[in-house]
T-cell receptor, first 110, second 112 residues
Framework: EDQVTQSPEALRLQEGESSSLNCSYT??????LFWYRQDPGKGPEFLFT???AGEEKEKERLKATLTKKESFLHITAPKPEDSATYLC???????????FGTGTRLLVSP | GAGVSQSPSNKVTEKGKDVELRCDPI?????LYWYRQSLGQGLEFLIY????????KSGLPSDRFSAERTGGSVSTLTIQRTQQEDSAVYLC??????????FGPGTRLTVL
C-alpha cells in the first residue's frame, strides 16, 4: 500500500530563518510526487510535481527535491505570507489518485 | 481563467438525510477527482472520472456514497442517509494530462 509521511507536523520559524520540510514515501511505482500549499478554509494550491530521483524545482523562496525515498521542500528566507499547511502526495504508476500525507503546518513570525 | 468551483460552501444536515454536493471543473479538464479531508487527517481519495471511461470508485467508503459526471463536465457527489462520521470537507479537483490538479475551495459538511 502506498504511504506518505510528512515531518514535522508543525514548524514555527522566524522571518528569514530557512528550513526544510520532509516527505517520506513508499510506492510500488512512482508516477509523480506532488507538493501543494493549503491556506485555512481553502483548497490545496498546486506548487510542484517531481517525477524522478535527482529532480529539483524552484518557485520563489521554495525549492523541492526528490530522492528514491523522500522529498524535501526547502524554504529560503521565509516571509509571514509563506505561513500555510504544506501537503505532499504521491501518484502510483498504476492509478490516477493521489495519496496524501497529513501535512506540515508552517508558521512564519515577523 | 476560472478555477474549480464547488457548491454549497457549507452544508449542515441532520443524520439520516441525503445531501448533494456539486463541482464545476476547470473548462477543458478531462479528469475530475473527489477527495475528503477530515480534521487532523490527510486528503482521502473518493472517486476519479476520466473522459468517457468508467470511473474509479475504489475510494468510496460505503454504498451510501455515489457520484456522477454529466456531459464530461459538472459532477455531483451524493451521500445518502448521512452519518456523523461523514462530517468533513469535500474537495473536488480537475486536471488535464499529468499536470497538478487544481482544487476547488471545498464544501464543509456537518452532520448533526
Amino acid at each position: 500500500e502506498d504511504q506518505v509521511t510528512q515531518s514535522p507536523e508543525a514548524l514555527r520559524l522566524q522571518e528569514g530563518e530557512s528550513s526544510s520540510l520532509n516527505c517520506s514515501y513508499t510506492v510500488s511505482g512512482l508516477r509523480g510526487l506532488f507538493w501543494y500549499r493549503q491556506d485555512p478554509g481553502k483548497g490545496p494550491e498546486f506548487l510542484f510535481t517531481l517525477y524522478s530521483a535527482g529532480e529539483e524545482k524552484e518557485k520563489e523562496r521554495l525549492k523541492a527535491t526528490l530522492t528514491k525515498k523522500e522529498s524535501f521542500l526547502h524554504i529560503t528566507a521565509p516571509k509571514p505570507e509563506d505561513s500555510a499547511t504544506y501537503l505532499c502526495a504521491v501518484q502510483n504508476t498504476g492509478f490516477q489518485k493521489l495519496v496524501f500525507g497529513t501535512g506540515t503546518r508552517l508558521l512564519v513570525s515577523p | 481563467g476560472a478555477g474549480v468551483s464547488q457548491s454549497p460552501s457549507n452544508k449542515v444536515t441532520e443524520k439520516g438525510k441525503d445531501v448533494e454536493l456539486r463541482c464545476d471543473p476547470i473548462s477543458g479538464h478531462t479528469a475530475l477527482y473527489w477527495y475528503r479531508q477530515s480534521l487532523g487527517q490527510g486528503l482521502e481519495f473518493l472517486i476519479y472520472f476520466q473522459g468517457n471511461s468508467a470511473p474509479d470508485k475504489s475510494g468510496l467508503p460505503s454504498d451510501r456514497f455515489s457520484a456522477e459526471r454529466t456531459g464530461g463536465s459538472v459532477s455531483t457527489l451524493t451521500i445518502q442517509r448521512t452519518q456523523q462520521e461523514d462530517s468533513a470537507v469535500y474537495l473536488c479537483a480537475s486536471s488535464l494530462g499529468q499536470r497538478g490538479s487544481g482544487f476547488g475551495p471545498g464544501t464543509r459538511l456537518t452532520v448533526l
